[in-house]
């Protein structure tokens, strides 16, 4: 079994209606039930609220995959607890960053540069993702792309370093492209961006991106799984 650990923000769904009526159980807890479809995947969840945001070195240490969902709270995730997730991505756990989490202190420690976007619109455009590395394993079972009807545009340059591995790449309607899944590897640990995932969106609930998703939690957490 692989032990992952998602980890939710949990503000947009306490504060904002619509995010609750398509999040009844928080956003982490539908990617949780999502990554629980595979028999191999054991997912538990944690929030920011929670003492030590649920990331206490107990937890890290029994989890062999964490995946991160942030937005409106980066600066209120405590600098000690980022310290500590960093430390156990180096030291192997894998990390896999949703959407607006290009913006958390995580990730920003890890890769070192702004990570910002170089444009953003909310407008509930189509979006398409192209599986451009279809030897990956983390496309496997997807097709050659992923169409989401309604998405919230990110558009390029991403300012991330060089990635090891680009396995997708967004379409936008509005003419927009977007290096969408983007693969690092910090110390031991295994990192996977993966773009889609905007609150007012049902993203978590399509089944395609939950088999990402599954294939994603596979791939970052090998190692320590071949330990055990
Ligand atoms: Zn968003």
Redesign the pocket.
């Known amino acids: 079994m692989i032990r992952a650990l998602v980890w939710g923000e949990n503000v947009h769904e306490q504060d904002d209606a619509e995010v609750a009526r398509l999040y009844p159980h928080g956003m982490h807890g539908c990617i949780a039930a999502g990554l629980g479809e595979d028999a191999g995947i054991q997912a538990r969840t944690a929030t920011l609220q929670e003492p030590e945001h649920g990331l206490t070195q107990d937890v890290l240490d029994a989890t062999d995959v964490l995946v991160w969902w942030g937005?409106v709270a980066h600066d209120r995730v405590d600098a000690a607890v980022v310290e500590r997730v960093h430390a156990r991505v180096l030291d192997g756990m894998g990390l896999i960053v949703l959407?607006?989490g290009h913006f958390s202190r995580i990730f920003k420690r890890l890769m070192g540069t702004a990570c910002s976007l170089g444009r953003w619109r909310?407008d509930g455009e189509r979006e398409r993702l192209w599986a451009v590395d279809p030897s990956h394993p983390i496309v496997q079972g997807v097709g050659e792309c992923i169409e989401l009807p309604q998405a919230?545009m990110y558009g390029e340059p991403f300012a991330v370093p060089k990635p090891d591995d680009v396995v997708f790449v967004s379409a936008f309607e509005g003419g927009e492209a977007f290096r969408s899944g983007l693969t690092y590897q910090r110390g031991a640990g295994r990192i996977f961006y993966f773009r889609p995932g905007?609150?007012t969106f049902p993203i978590y609930h399509d089944a395609t991106i939950r088999r990402v998703l599954k294939n994603a939690v596979k791939w970052s957490g090998w190692r320590d799984v071949s330990h055990r």
Do not use: F
């Open positions: 937005h959407h607006s909310e919230e905007h609150e």
